[in-house]
């Protein structure tokens, strides 16, 4: 029976017939897929993952070969934009994770570290400002320089390597700009409700702070709003879908309770983004609450896709760089935004854009996957960074904070000191004039 203990059959988030039937099993997803670039196992391509959904819907049990292809899905969804019958793949490959989940007893000590991380952490901003605090001490000591500089990090096997990818804890955090509200420079156009995140508000707290003046700068007013919390992006990839609920609910909440209303709610989050346009799919089985979440989806943008669809502020000083560009596949394939952040950069005066070759591919990261499965994404990765050096760009731009991790490991090990930023860090940056 192995480490996983089967409980249970009844559920309501597991993949759906009518889902599953969508797939004609004809292959054009696998060039797609980065797990089969990879391995080349059909049970690790888009349509091996079905076929296995479509056994168990039959009544097959689920089991440990069936649970590790699911794991081993980046869920990047390329082979949704490969896919020439409309297979909603990222949205079976969450149920089945979520049937997974509600259908499988973990060892004692998985269940206690997920329950902490999904449950405990991630929804806490104080939990999350000690741990980014106990980072920031070990980064700014000197400590984890001199760890990587010694060599102790190979020594220490898996978790040297997870050390690698460790988010730089940034001082002071964003979340204590949390409910504050943001004047727009000049004439105001647009009031907008911003999603601050979670690891975010430790890790990204300027990137969060670039994304408010670059808005300001196009006459937007920013609202963080003050009862927020994570989107649950995470808990929906790992199959924790009734956290998700609790979590996106709150946000709902939040959100649509502003007796002034939004003209945008956004977010520079292109793996959070796709989870919080997909709200209204948490409650197909809640009607009242379905249409709430239908309501806050049709106002949710990536911070990219609203500005190249306004009037851009022109008003920059050059950025002298080659930048290139990798896709996010939670923006490219979740939620079909390519032109966009390709459209701002060129805006950008000074600044030369390169195409990088395959920049759809997955770069490794998808979410917390580059921590499970660190050698699989550390493989995709190198890839990644080959092509990056085709571009022969000086800086990285992506959309991603995720992204933005996994990249700017890819540099220490196999680039050539390329700068990663985001879109709009590119954007603040010529506004700003530096």
């Known amino acids: 029976m192995g480490a996983f203990t089967v409980i249970s059959n009844i559920q309501i988030d597991k993949p759906q017939q009518t889902d599953l ?9 696998l060039n797609a897929c980065p797990t089969y670039r990879e391995l080349g196992v059909e049970m690790d391509s888009p349509r091996g993952r079905i076929y296995q959904m479509v056994q168990v819907a039959e009544g097959q049990p689920i089991g440990d070969t069936y649970r590790e292809h699911i794991d081993l899905c980046l869920a990047c969804r390329g ?7 409309g297979v909603q793949y990222g949205r079976l490959v969450e149920a089945a994770r979520a049937e997974i989940e509600t259908n499988t007893v973990r060892p004692w000590h998985s269940r206690m570290l997920r329950n902490f991380v999904f449950r405990k952490l991630l929804p806490s901003p104080a939990l999350l400002t000690a741990a980014g605090a106990m980072m920031y001490v070990y980064q700014v000591s000197g400590l984890q320089k001199l760890l990587r500089a010694s060599g102790l990090m190979k020594l220490m096997g898996p978790l040297g390597a997870r050390e690698a990818l460790a988010p730089a804890a940034q001082i002071p955090f964003f979340f204590r700009q949390i409910g504050k509200t943001f004047a727009a420079e000049g004439e105001k156009k647009y009031r907008v409700a911003m999603m601050a995140g979670c690891i975010a508000n430790v890790s990204f707290a300027r990137l969060n702070e670039a994304t408010v003046r670059v808005l300001q700068k196009n006459g937007c007013e920013v609202v963080i709003p003050v009862a927020q919390t994570c989107c649950g992006a995470l808990h929906v990839h790992a199959g ?37 346009k997909e709200y209204d799919e948490l409650f197909e089985h809640e009607p009242e609450q379905h249409a709430r979440a239908k309501k806050f989806k049709s106002l949710m943008k990536d911070v990219t896709e609203f500005l190249a669809g306004i009037e851009l502020n022109r008003e920059m000083t050059p950025v002298e760089a080659t930048v290139t560009y990798q896709d996010s596949c939670h923006l490219a394939h979740g939620q079909k935004i390519r032109n966009a952040p390709r459209q701002l950069l060129r805006a950008i005066p000074g600044l030369k854009f390169k195409e990088m070759p395959l920049s759809d591919i997955c770069c490794g990261s998808a979410g917390i996957y580059n921590v499970l499965h660190t050698d699989l994404s550390m493989q995709i990765l190198e890839k990644k960074m080959g092509n990056v050096k085709l571009a022969r760009a000086e800086v990285i731009a992506t959309a991603n904070p995720g992204c933005m991790l996994q990249l700017e490991a890819g540099v220490r090990k196999w680039g050539n000191g390329e700068r990663v930023a985001h879109v709009v860090e590119l954007l603040d940056e010529a506004y700003r004039g530096f």
């Open 21 to 29: 039937d969508r797939c004609v099993h004809c292959g054009l997803c």
């Open 240 to 276: 924790i879908r009734d956290e998700a609920r609790k979590l996106a609910r709150q946000n709902i909440d939040a959100v649509l309770s502003d007796p002034a209303g939004f003209d945008a709610i956004i977010t520079n989050a292109a793996g959070c983004g796709s989870t919080l």
């Open 79 to 85: 082979c949704e934009s490969a896919c020439p019958s």
